[in-house]
């Protein structure tokens, strides 16, 4: 999960390095992260079917050579077009091993999985915080993308060989294509795609909102926002286990809508802070959610699928938003508050109107 965190939160510091290595616009490098979204959540589905069925090993090993072939390729080419190739398969390699690792802890630890999920996930943020120390003070992305993927070959198939989920026997839930047809999946769903516009908008777009501040200020912001978010993951998982995924996710929204506000004030840190630190733990509260609710035995392949909106969420909070700021700067912060206050409205709507323990 470490290594999964530089395709989103590395994003940051690559972006500004790829943009004048390869001559090219900002919306020209933006449409690489909308590619990145797409990818890595279109594929995530369908590794998950098979990790589900035969199990986390193989498929985990083929997702992470292709993982490094993202930043091993990405280090060597001139061309934009190459580029987007190579970064569309890495980030097809990553976003199954993101659903692996995750569900590895959705269905290992059924009694605390809000802890579990976050535990893991923290590696998403731990990674890219360590990681973005050096590249920020990169002259080029070949280097730094060099060593990444070497490390991801070597490191990542000698963990995957130990992966293993448990017996099938142990878990329950429906198949996948009978919770398609649950109306209470796709309200969550569109929840979380709003709810994820701001972090997304701070990972895809920080390097050109913060251009401004002392590259001093800038390293710390976007070392801070991938450690906050990865932090919060365990704790928030922790305080779902006590009090109830849905409450914990609802104050998730609030902090967030906190963090659009401050985005429109231009106050960074204070924006960073709330985004990074709530926005973060949010996949990983909406896959226990999922897991809590449609049961473990096909969470890999749910949670998939679920997963999907982050595609959606991509181009709202990469491509349109960038394309907002580049026409009205103010207009484009409004359009992330708007998706928080939305996201709240969807997980209301969510909640069965019978007594539930939530």
Request: aromatic share 16%; glycine share 12%.
């Given at each position: 999960?470490?290594?999964?965190?530089?395709?989103?939160?590395?994003?940051?510091?690559?972006?500004?390095?790829?943009?004048?290595?390869?001559?090219?616009?900002?919306?020209?490098?933006?449409?690489?992260?909308?590619?990145?979204?797409?990818?890595?959540?279109?594929?995530?589905?369908?590794?998950?079917?098979?990790?589900?069925?035969?199990?986390?090993?193989?498929?985990?090993?083929?997702?992470?050579?292709?993982?490094?072939?993202?930043?091993?390729?990405?280090?060597?080419?001139?061309?934009?077009?190459?580029?987007?190739?190579?970064?569309?398969?890495?980030?097809?390699?990553?976003?199954?091993?993101?659903?692996?690792?995750?569900?590895?802890?959705?269905?290992?630890?059924?009694?605390?999985?809000?802890?579990?999920?976050?535990?893991?996930?923290?590696?998403?943020?731990?990674?890219?915080?360590?990681?973005?120390?050096?590249?920020?003070?990169?002259?080029?992305?070949?280097t730094p993308m060099l060593i990444i993927g070497v490390a991801e070959i070597i490191l990542l198939p000698a963990l995957l060989i130990m992966a293993k989920y448990p017996e099938s026997g142990t878990m329950t839930g429906e198949k996948t294509s009978k919770n398609l047809r649950n109306k209470r999946f796709w309200i969550l769903y569109m929840s979380f795609i709003l709810g994820s516009v701001p972090l997304i908008v701070v990972s895809a777009s920080f390097g050109?909102?913060?251009?401004?501040?002392?590259?001093?200020?800038?390293?710390?912001?976007?070392?801070?926002?991938?450690?906050?978010?990865?932090?919060?993951?365990?704790?928030?998982?922790?305080?779902?286990?006590?009090?109830?995924?849905?409450?914990?996710?609802?104050?998730?929204?609030?902090?967030?809508?906190?963090g659009s506000v401050f985005l429109i004030l231009h106050e960074y840190l204070f924006a960073i802070i709330f985004i990074g630190f709530f926005g973060g733990a949010m996949i990983s509260m909406y896959f226990s959610l999922v897991g809590d609710i449609f049961g473990s035995k096909f969470s890999t392949a749910n949670n998939g699928v679920f997963y999907t909106g982050k595609a959606i969420s991509g181009f709202l909070g990469s491509t349109l938003f960038a394309s907002l700021f580049i026409f009205d700067h103010r207009l484009s912060f409004v359009f992330v508050l708007v998706a928080s206050v939305a996201a709240i409205f969807f997980l209301i709507a969510s909640i069965p109107r019978k007594k539930v323990n939530v």
């Open positions: 999960m470490s290594f999964n965190s530089l395709y989103q939160y590395s994003w940051n510091v690559f972006e500004p390095l790829l943009k004048t290595g390869l001559n090219v616009s900002l919306v020209q490098i933006e449409l690489a992260f909308t590619l990145f979204a797409i990818f890595s959540t279109g594929f995530q589905g369908i590794g998950g079917y098979f990790a589900d069925r035969n199990g986390p090993r193989n498929i985990g090993i083929l997702s992470a050579l292709l993982s490094a072939t993202g930043f091993i390729g990405t280090s060597f080419i001139h061309s934009l077009y190459l580029f987007y190739i190579l970064w569309s398969l890495g980030s097809i390699g990553e976003g199954i091993l993101y659903g692996i690792a995750t569900n590895l802890a959705v269905k290992w630890f059924r009694g605390r999985r809000g802890f579990a999920v976050g535990f893991v996930s923290l590696g998403f943020g731990l990674g890219a915080a360590i990681a973005n120390i050096f590249i920020a003070r990169a002259v080029s992305f070949r050109y909102l913060g251009e401004t501040l002392p590259l001093f200020e800038f390293t710390v912001l976007v070392s801070l926002f991938p450690l906050l978010s990865g932090v919060s993951r365990p704790i928030l998982g922790y305080i779902s286990d006590l009090i109830g995924r849905i409450r914990v996710v609802m104050i998730i929204d609030l902090f967030l809508i906190l």
